[in-house]
């Protein structure tokens, strides 16, 4: 077999799996949207998709015989790492589409890398705070103005809605950099990470509603649907898939599926729940990208 057909064969074998899992969390927003407008709470919004994703994985974990992981510090690191990528931005995404449509919040969450940059100087070593990356940081946050259009002034409950989905990508951003430095070990197994992850998770969040007060609602049929298509392939398949690429192709190509995303979420918002999109959300939408790649591009060598 020649080098390119065994490229041929590998690109075959993940952009298939990749374009799937993109499409999956592209239409994660909708599926948010109909459980909200359901009647169903944030917080509960959450947990079921936890509780779902977490199910899908004790079967995967199961069938595979990976055992849960016995270290205290493990779980210690996956509690937090569950509050900050599961618990708080799921249920900060639920509260925000209460008051922004689907496409906004998917477009927003393409801040996240510019987040988990930040986050990742500061807690890993040996990632500096470069000219580059300094540069596709400002692009990224000149894209987030145009996407918001803050020159057109915005209700309060607008404002709202928009704080919380960047509050979502903060923790993101967070989170991520910290799976990064405290939990993502080599030779772990990324599949019982993420079991735990999202037990702990669903546990955080059965604290918070039963402290909150919040009993369990039992929604019509299309957002009950989109509660168990969420939790059960917008969390735990895609987690599965995700893995599934990274192996394939590798964490940074794997990386880009954020790039494709808020293709999904403006399309699907826009033809299944009718929302409208701006032209300015678009351009915002792509400064967001280009400052990204700037972020990650290397200058060339002279």
């Given at each position: 077999?020649?080098?390119?057909?065994?490229?041929?064969?590998?690109?075959?074998?993940?952009?298939?799996?990749?374009?799937?899992?993109?499409?999956?969390?592209?239409?994660?927003?909708?599926?948010?949207?109909?459980?909200?407008?359901?009647?169903?709470?944030?917080?509960?919004?959450?947990?079921?998709?936890?509780?779902?994703?977490?199910?899908?994985?004790?079967?995967?974990?199961?069938?595979?015989?990976?055992?849960?992981?016995?270290?205290?510090?493990?779980?210690?690191?996956?509690?937090?790492?569950?509050?900050?990528?599961?618990?708080?931005?799921?249920?900060?995404?639920?509260?925000?589409?209460?008051?922004?449509?689907?496409?906004?919040?998917?477009?927003?969450?393409?801040?996240?890398?510019?987040?988990?940059?930040?986050?990742?100087?500061?807690?890993?070593?040996?990632?500096?705070?470069?000219?580059?990356?300094?540069?596709?940081?400002?692009?990224?946050?000149?894209?987030?103005?145009?996407?918001?259009?803050?020159?057109?002034?915005?209700?309060?409950?607008?404002?709202?809605?928009?704080?919380?989905?960047?509050?979502?990508?903060?923790?993101?951003?967070?989170?991520?950099a910290y799976t990064h430095r405290f939990l993502a070990k080599p030779g772990s197994s990324p599949a019982v990470l993420s079991l735990t992850q999202l037990l702990t998770a669903t546990l955080e969040l059965a604290l918070i509603a039963l402290l909150a007060g919040r009993v369990p609602t039992v929604p019509e049929w299309p957002g009950a649907v989109g509660l168990i298509v969420l939790g059960v392939?917008?969390?735990?398949?895609?987690?599965?898939?995700?893995?599934?690429?990274?192996?394939?192709?590798?964490?940074?190509?794997?990386?880009?599926?954020?790039?494709?995303?808020?293709?999904?979420?403006?399309?699907?918002?826009?033809?299944?729940?009718?929302?409208?999109?701006?032209?300015?959300?678009?351009?915002?939408?792509?400064?967001?990208?280009?400052?990204?790649?700037?972020?990650?591009?290397?200058?060339?060598?002279?």
């Amino acid at each position: 077999m020649t080098l390119v057909e065994a490229r041929a064969r590998m690109r075959a074998s993940w952009m298939p799996k990749f374009f799937v899992l993109s499409g999956i969390w592209g239409a994660s927003f909708a599926l948010i949207k109909l459980a909200v407008d359901a009647g169903v709470a944030s917080v509960w919004v959450a947990l079921w998709r936890c509780a779902f994703g977490a199910l899908v994985l004790s079967v995967v974990c199961a069938v595979r015989r990976e055992a849960l992981p016995r270290t205290r510090s493990i779980w210690g690191h996956a509690a937090v790492v569950a509050l900050l990528v599961n618990a708080i931005p799921f249920t900060l995404f639920a509260l925000a589409e209460q008051h922004v449509g689907s496409v906004l919040a998917g477009l927003i969450n393409a801040t996240t890398p510019i987040m988990t940059m930040g986050f990742t100087i500061l807690l890993v070593p040996g990632e500096p705070l470069t000219r580059r990356r300094v540069e596709g940081v400002l692009i990224g946050f000149a894209g987030v103005a145009c996407l918001l259009g803050v020159w057109r002034g915005m209700d309060a409950d607008t404002v709202g809605g928009i704080a919380l989905c960047l509050g979502a990508t903060l923790c993101y951003g967070a989170g991520f950099a910290y799976t990064h430095r405290f939990l993502a070990k080599p030779g772990s197994s990324p599949a019982v990470l993420s079991l735990t992850q999202l037990l702990t998770a669903t546990l955080e969040l059965a604290l918070i509603a039963l402290l909150a007060g919040r009993v369990p609602t039992v929604p019509e049929w299309p957002g009950a649907v989109g509660l168990i298509v969420l939790g059960v392939f917008g969390t735990g398949y895609a987690f599965v898939l995700n893995l599934e690429v990274i192996a394939s192709a590798g964490a940074t190509v794997a990386s880009t599926i954020t790039y494709v995303v808020p293709i999904w979420s403006t399309v699907l918002g826009a033809v299944l729940l009718s929302e409208t999109v701006r032209w300015n959300a678009v351009i915002g939408a792509i400064a967001v990208v280009t400052g990204i790649v700037v972020t990650r591009s290397r200058p060339a060598l002279k």
